[in-house]
């Protein structure tokens, strides 16, 4: 049964619910979107004070190093943030990515990919690979690099693992994508059945983001939409979704994929969430609880 804090924060998400939208409604307000992100995020992403951050340039890519006290210096999380590859950024989710360097006992590189319309697929696949293949040419080891992200940055993680696989290239040790997004068509039966559960992602506006990103690529391009994904082969994954999200079988569906392709998946399909829950972290004790555990999976793969 959810908390009486998570009852409270479904009750304000609804309250607050910008209503449907769509690619005409947001082609011209993207600017806006991001300030109204900041704006809703901002009492979420102070990170603890004994939080070291540091920033990086990442061969040209905008990223910062965030090490709580006392972390294992040899493994790090390659962590690429949500916001539908429009919005959001590392000061967004740096409450988060800060949280995750505590209970993965490790160092998180927190990455500024470059973002849509401005920079259409495949930018931010190519800055994330970039990032990873510079980790590697820091001295870390493959096996202790994991990479983790939420919703759009949940879809990245996988999108990155498959290009990496693509190009032959040694992979990570574990991956963890969050609440991910990956289907840019938005075939999953949830997109449906969940959107009168949903005060996060609304169908009309998730396309209307795709739109944005991917202009005239190749929707179904497996690095766009990982869900087209071959997964043999994938490092151990362990992938969190919400009971109430639209994009819940975007997850479910990888999820299987991946298993029946030979992967070690962990499913976790956590009771009356909403869409990354893990963002309201300071006050929502399940969300704490979430990143506890990914920070017990990141830990367990990546020695």
């Not at 930018?123 to 080891?141: C, F, M, P």
């Not at 190749?218 to 969190?240: E, F, K, N, R, V």
């Not at 975007?250 to 909403?274: H, I, N, S, Y």
Request: charged fraction near 25%; aromatic fraction near 6%; include cysteine.
């Amino acid at each position: 049964m959810a908390s009486p804090e998570s009852k409270k924060l479904l009750e304000l998400l609804w309250k607050n619910y910008p209503g449907p939208s769509d690619y005409d409604k947001m082609k011209n307000k993207v600017d806006k979107m991001r300030n109204n992100f900041v704006m809703a995020t901002k009492n979420f992403a102070t990170p603890p004070d004994d939080v070291q951050i540091d920033s990086v340039d990442v061969d040209g890519v905008p990223a910062e190093w965030l090490s709580a006290p006392g972390v294992d210096q040899d493994r790090v999380l390659l962590y690429l943030h949500g916001g539908g590859y429009v919005i959001g950024s590392i000061a967004t989710h740096r409450g988060l990515t800060a949280s995750l360097s505590v209970t993965a006992n490790c160092r998180v590189l927190a990455l500024d990919y470059r973002l849509a319309p401005e920079h259409q697929y495949p930018a931010a696949v190519e800055d994330a690979t970039t990032a990873y293949r510079w980790l590697l040419k820091q001295g870390i080891a493959a096996k202790n690099i994991a990479i983790s992200g939420d919703s759009a940055g949940g879809g990245l993680t996988l999108a990155t693992l498959l290009a990496l696989k693509e190009s032959d290239e040694e992979l990570p040790g574990a991956a963890v994508p969050i609440s991910p997004w990956t289907d840019m068509e938005g075939t999953g039966e949830s997109m449906k059945t969940k959107v009168d559960l949903d005060p996060m992602v609304e169908p009309g506006g998730l396309m209307g983001m795709a739109k944005l990103y991917m202009g005239d690529g190749d929707y179904q391009a497996p690095t766009a939409s990982p869900l087209h994904g071959d997964y043999a082969g994938l490092p151990p994954m362990l992938i969190q979704v919400g009971e109430l999200e639209t994009l819940h079988d975007d997850a479910t569906r990888v999820a299987e994929k991946a298993k029946t392709a030979g992967v070690d998946v962990t499913l976790e399909v956590w009771d009356e969430m909403v869409h990354v829950w893990h963002l309201f972290a300071p006050m929502l004790p399940e969300g704490r609880d979430a990143i506890i555990r990914i920070g017990e999976f990141i830990n367990d793969n990546t020695k």
